[in-house]
């Protein structure tokens, strides 16, 4: 069974950069795609991008500015940095993995960001 | 681009079907078959329930189906049961990079 588990600040100050990493156990870091997903307090998910272990990478059109990703598979993580952060970017950030087509099979519990001013 | 558009709330009784609407445009729901549909009970992550528009993961109940028709994609719940309540999010893709999320639709088991 594939675990997902985020780690990173809790609290990230605003106009900084905020980094999260997501480790994976029960199954190789190649056999899927690796994703980020978001959702504000009391609100929707956002797709924020994903990596592969290839290299290829892809992020939604209104965050790609800020957003980058790696992936490390000696470590079996990946990270996500999301650069000068505001309030807006407050929300819990899920990392998850998928081998279909745009959908995602498996999600971390995901980890609670806090902008502060 | 806009998130895709689902109603805020619905509800059915235990036993009943109801169906959850998630509208977009040509460039999303209506252009590819990458629909997905999401459970999510408050403060947990997200279930995939449906993907490919009509297909459902292992161990995701059949009382679950999707469809399409156009830029409309909809999700039924047959034989409503007290944990189906949650909330319900739709998902298509949109082309290059892009996944657009609907707003989320809240099921309530009266």
């Known amino acids: 069974q594939v675990h997902l588990q985020e780690s990173g600040p809790g609290l990230v100050k605003s106009s900084e950069t905020l980094s999260l990493t997501c480790s994976v156990s029960?199954?190789?870091?190649?056999?899927?795609?690796w994703n980020w997903i978001r959702q504000a307090p009391g609100k929707g998910l956002e797709f924020i991008g994903y990596?592969?272990?290839?290299?290829?990478?892809g992020c939604s059109p209104s965050l790609e500015s800020r957003v980058t990703m790696s992936l490390d598979t000696s470590k079996s993580q990946f990270s996500l940095r999301l650069s000068s952060v505001t309030a807006a970017d407050t929300a819990v950030y899920f990392c998850?993995?998928?081998?279909?087509?745009?959908?995602?099979?498996?999600w971390g519990r995901g980890t609670l960001v806090t902008v502060s001013s | 681009q806009s998130a895709l558009t689902q109603p805020p709330s619905a509800s059915g009784s235990p036993g009943q079907s109801v169906t959850i609407s998630c509208t977009g445009t040509s460039s999303d729901v209506g252009g590819y078959n990458y629909v997905s549909w999401y459970q999510q009970h408050p403060g947990k992550a997200p279930k995939l329930m449906i993907y490919?528009?009509?297909k459902r993961p292992s161990g995701v109940p059949d009382r679950f189906s999707g469809s399409k028709s156009g830029n409309t994609a909809s999700l039924t719940v047959s034989g409503l049961q007290a944990e189906d309540e949650a909330d319900y999010y739709c998902?298509?893709?949109?082309?290059?990079?892009?996944?657009?999320f609907g707003g989320g639709t809240r099921l309530t088991v009266l």
């Open positions: 990596i592969h272990y290839s290299g290829r990478t």
């Open positions: 029960g199954d190789s870091i190649s056999s899927y795609y």
């Open positions: 998902s298509s893709y949109a082309g290059g990079n892009n996944l657009l």
């Open positions: 490919e528009v009509v």
């Open positions: 998850a993995g998928s081998n279909r087509g745009w959908c995602f099979d498996l």
